[in-house]
C-alpha cells in the first residue's frame, strides 16, 4: 500500500517532501488547492469518520498535509484538521448491494488509519452510492433499514440524496445517493459536500453539552448578582469590603466559566456557517412525499447552535453586569469617602476657627500680662529712686500706664505680622 502527500486539483497524487523551516508564500498557495475530492464512478460504499485526539494523548495535531491511500478497488483519504482528523475510505463495489453493506472496519481501525491511538469518535458515516432512484422509494430504504427519512433532489437535478440521520448501533449514521447524472469529478464533489454536513454539524453540535452544563451554574450566577445588586443598595459603609470581595468572587467564575467555554461557543459558530454554505451548496428540490435534506438538518441543528449563541451571549452579559455593580460599589464608596472627608475638612475648619479666637484672647491676655509686669517694674523702680532720695512724682507713674500699654500692644502687633508674612 503506497502513501502520498495529495496536491493541485486531485487528479493525481505526488509525493513532495515537508517543508523544515517555516512556511513559505508556496505553502500559503498550495493552501487553495488542499482537500481535493477522491473521483471516482458507479457504485461504491464511503465509510468517513471523524476523530479528535484526547487529553494528554498528542492533541495537537501536527501538519495539515492530505494524505491518500490506494490498494486495488479501496481508497483511503486522510485529512488533518486544525482539532480534528477525519479519514474517508472508498471501496468499490461490482452492483448494487440489495442491503446496506457492512463495515469491515472497526472504530479503532479507522483511528489507527488517523495515525491516532487514542482518539474520541466525532461522528462516523456511510454512504452508499447507487445508480437512478426507483419510482417507488420506499421499498428501497426499508431494505437499507431506514426509518424516518428525509429526502432531496441536488446538484440540479444530477442526484437524490435519503438520510434518517439516525446513529445505529456501530456509531455510525446513513446516507443514500442516487447518481443520475453525474461524472466522477461532480460525484466525489458531491459525496465530500454531503459528508463534510455531517462533519461540521457533528463539531459544532460539541458545544451543545457545555451550554447545557453551564445552564445550571448561569440561573446561579444570575440568582447571585440580583442578591449582591439589592445588596449594595442596602449594605453600610462598615460592611463594603466583604461586598466587594462576593461582587469580585462572582466576577471570577463568570469569567473562568467564559475562558472554558469561548473556544467551544467559536468553534460553534464557525462549523455552522459552513454546514449552512454546504447546505447551500447542495442546490436541493423538493422529492414529493419527503422532507428536503437540508431543511431537516437546519431545523434540528439551528436550535443548537442559537442555544449556544445564547449560552456565550449570556456569559458575556453577566460578565459585563458584574463589572458594572462593581463601578457602582466603587462609586459609592468613594461617595463614601469624599463625603467623609468634607465632614473632616469642615471639622478641621471648625477647630481652626476656634484656634484663632482662643489665639486672639490669649493674644489680649499676653498684653495684660507683659504691661502688668512692666508697670509692676516701673513702681519698684520709682520706689527705689525715692528711697535714694531722688523723688518722682506719681503722675510720671499715671502717665507710663497707656505709655506701657501701646508700646507692647505695638510689639505684639508687629510681631504677628512678620510671622504672617513669612508664612
Given at each position: 500500500?503506497g502513501k502520498s502527500?495529495?496536491?493541485?486539483?486531485?487528479?493525481?497524487?505526488?509525493?513532495?517532501?515537508?517543508?523544515?523551516?517555516?512556511?513559505?508564500?508556496?505553502?500559503?498557495?498550495?493552501?487553495?488547492?488542499?482537500?481535493?475530492?477522491?473521483?471516482?464512478?458507479?457504485?461504491?460504499?464511503?465509510?468517513?469518520?471523524?476523530?479528535?485526539?484526547?487529553?494528554?494523548?498528542?492533541?495537537?495535531?501536527?501538519?495539515?498535509?492530505?494524505?491518500?491511500?490506494?490498494?486495488?478497488?479501496?481508497?483511503?483519504?486522510?485529512?488533518?484538521?486544525?482539532?480534528?482528523?477525519?479519514?474517508?475510505?472508498?471501496?468499490?463495489?461490482?452492483?448494487?448491494?440489495?442491503?446496506?453493506?457492512?463495515?469491515?472496519?472497526?472504530?479503532?481501525?479507522?483511528?489507527?488509519?488517523?495515525?491516532?491511538?487514542?482518539?474520541?469518535?466525532?461522528?462516523?458515516?456511510?454512504?452508499?452510492?447507487?445508480?437512478?432512484?426507483?419510482?417507488?422509494?420506499?421499498?428501497?430504504?426499508?431494505?437499507?433499514?431506514?426509518?424516518?427519512?428525509?429526502?432531496?433532489?441536488?446538484?440540479?437535478?444530477?442526484?437524490?440524496?435519503?438520510?434518517?440521520?439516525?446513529?445505529?448501533?456501530?456509531?455510525?449514521?446513513?446516507?443514500?445517493?442516487?447518481?443520475?447524472?453525474?461524472n466522477a469529478h461532480?460525484?466525489?464533489?458531491?459525496?465530500?459536500?454531503?459528508?463534510?454536513?455531517?462533519?461540521?454539524?457533528?463539531?459544532?453540535?460539541?458545544?451543545?453539552?457545555?451550554?447545557?452544563?453551564?445552564?445550571?451554574m448561569l440561573a446561579?450566577?444570575?440568582?447571585?448578582?440580583?442578591?449582591?445588586?439589592?445588596?449594595?443598595?442596602?449594605?453600610?459603609?462598615?460592611?463594603?469590603?466583604?461586598?466587594?470581595?462576593?461582587?469580585?468572587?462572582?466576577?471570577?467564575?463568570?469569567?473562568?466559566?467564559?475562558?472554558?467555554?469561548?473556544?467551544?461557543?467559536?468553534?460553534?459558530?464557525?462549523?455552522?456557517?459552513?454546514?449552512?454554505?454546504?447546505?447551500?451548496?447542495?442546490?436541493?428540490?423538493?422529492?414529493?412525499?419527503?422532507?428536503?435534506?437540508?431543511?431537516?438538518?437546519?431545523?434540528?441543528?439551528?436550535?443548537?447552535?442559537?442555544?449556544?449563541?445564547?449560552?456565550?451571549?449570556?456569559?458575556?452579559?453577566?460578565?459585563?453586569?458584574?463589572?458594572?455593580?462593581?463601578?457602582?460599589?466603587?462609586?459609592?464608596?468613594?461617595?463614601?469617602?469624599?463625603?467623609?472627608?468634607?465632614?473632616?475638612?469642615?471639622?478641621?475648619?471648625?477647630?481652626?476657627?476656634?484656634?484663632?479666637?482662643?489665639?486672639?484672647?490669649?493674644?489680649?491676655?499676653?498684653?495684660?500680662?507683659?504691661?502688668?509686669?512692666?508697670?509692676?517694674?516701673?513702681?519698684?523702680?520709682?520706689?527705689?529712686?525715692?528711697?535714694?532720695?531722688?523723688?518722682?512724682?506719681?503722675?510720671?507713674?499715671?502717665?507710663?500706664?497707656?505709655?506701657?500699654?501701646?508700646?507692647?500692644?505695638?510689639?505684639?502687633?508687629?510681631?504677628?505680622?512678620?510671622?504672617?508674612?513669612?508664612?
Amino acid at each position: 500500500m503506497g502513501k502520498s502527500v495529495c496536491t493541485g486539483d486531485g487528479a493525481g497524487s505526488v509525493p513532495i517532501p515537508a517543508p523544515d523551516n517555516a512556511r513559505t508564500d508556496t505553502d500559503f498557495n498550495a493552501e487553495l488547492h488542499a482537500r481535493p475530492s477522491i473521483y471516482f464512478e458507479g457504485p461504491a460504499f464511503v465509510e468517513h469518520a471523524a476523530f479528535m485526539p484526547l487529553e494528554g494523548h498528542g492533541r495537537t495535531i501536527d501538519g495539515f498535509h492530505d494524505s491518500v491511500w490506494a490498494d486495488g478497488d479501496v481508497s483511503v483519504r486522510i485529512e488533518r484538521h486544525t482539532e480534528f482528523v477525519t479519514v474517508t475510505r472508498l471501496r468499490k463495489l461490482e452492483s448494487e448491494p440489495s442491503t446496506w453493506p457492512t463495515s469491515d472496519l472497526a472504530e479503532d481501525d479507522l483511528a489507527r488509519l488517523a495515525g491516532l491511538e487514542t482518539a474520541q469518535l466525532v461522528c462516523r458515516i456511510g454512504l452508499v452510492v447507487a445508480s437512478e432512484a426507483p419510482v417507488e422509494l420506499g421499498p428501497r430504504l426499508a431494505a437499507y433499514g431506514f426509518g424516518d427519512t428525509a429526502a432531496s433532489s441536488i446538484g440540479g437535478g444530477s442526484a437524490q440524496v435519503c438520510s434518517d440521520f439516525r446513529v445505529r448501533a456501530d456509531l455510525s449514521s446513513r446516507i443514500l445517493l442516487f447518481n443520475m447524472d453525474l461524472n466522477a469529478h461532480r460525484l466525489g464533489r458531491m459525496v465530500r459536500r454531503l459528508l463534510e454536513i455531517e462533519t461540521y454539524r457533528a463539531m459544532a453540535l460539541l458545544g451543545l453539552p457545555e451550554a447545557r452544563r453551564l445552564a445550571p451554574m448561569l440561573a446561579g450566577f444570575d440568582g447571585k448578582l440580583v442578591r449582591l445588586t439589592n445588596r449594595n443598595l442596602a449594605t453600610p459603609v462598615t460592611e463594603h469590603k466583604q461586598l466587594l470581595d462576593e461582587i469580585t468572587a462572582l466576577s471570577s467564575e463568570i469569567i473562568s466559566a467564559t475562558a472554558e467555554t469561548r473556544n467551544r461557543f467559536g468553534a460553534t459558530s464557525a462549523y455552522s456557517k459552513i454546514v449552512e454554505e454546504r447546505i447551500a451548496l447542495l442546490r436541493e428540490t423538493h422529492v414529493p412525499g419527503f422532507q428536503r435534506f437540508g431543511t431537516f438538518v437546519v431545523r434540528r441543528f439551528r436550535p443548537a447552535v442559537r442555544t449556544c449563541e445564547a449560552t456565550a451571549l449570556r456569559l458575556e452579559q453577566l460578565s459585563s453586569a458584574t463589572v458594572h455593580l462593581i463601578d457602582l460599589l466603587q462609586t459609592r464608596i468613594q461617595v463614601e469617602i469624599e463625603y467623609q472627608n468634607a465632614i473632616q475638612i469642615q471639622a478641621m475648619a471648625d477647630r481652626a476657627a476656634t484656634q484663632v479666637k482662643i489665639q486672639r484672647a490669649v493674644e489680649g491676655f499676653s498684653i495684660i500680662a507683659i504691661s502688668y509686669y512692666l508697670l509692676g517694674m516701673l513702681k519698684v523702680t520709682f520706689e527705689t529712686l525715692d528711697h535714694a532720695g531722688v523723688h518722682v512724682s506719681p503722675l510720671v507713674m499715671l502717665v507710663s500706664i497707656p505709655i506701657v500699654i501701646g508700646t507692647v500692644c505695638m510689639t505684639v502687633l508687629r510681631v504677628k505680622h512678620a510671622l504672617k508674612s513669612e508664612a
